[in-house]
């Protein structure tokens, strides 16, 4: 019998990219516990668009 996977993939999304209105929107993809973080998950990260390290939000 198989174990129910816990980690799952998810996209992070450059927030001040989403509110510029201009074309392209930095991502990435990485993994979180689902059991233990539980809440959308928040990160500081680098934006190749703005070419300086911005907030990253969980999107679905």
């Known amino acids: 019998m198989a174990k129910k996977e816990n ?3 998810i996209q992070l999304e ?3 990219c989403r509110k510029s ?3 392209g929107v930095a991502r990435y993809v990485t993994q ?3 059991k233990k973080t539980t809440a959308r998950l928040e990160l500081r990260k ?3 668009f703005e070419r300086k390290h911005t907030q990253f939000k969980e999107v679905k």
């Open 46 to 48: 680098y934006c190749k």
């Open 21 to 23: 209105g201009l074309p």
């Open 7 to 9: 980690r799952v993939n």
């Open 14 to 16: 450059c927030q001040s």
């Open 32 to 34: 979180k516990n689902k």
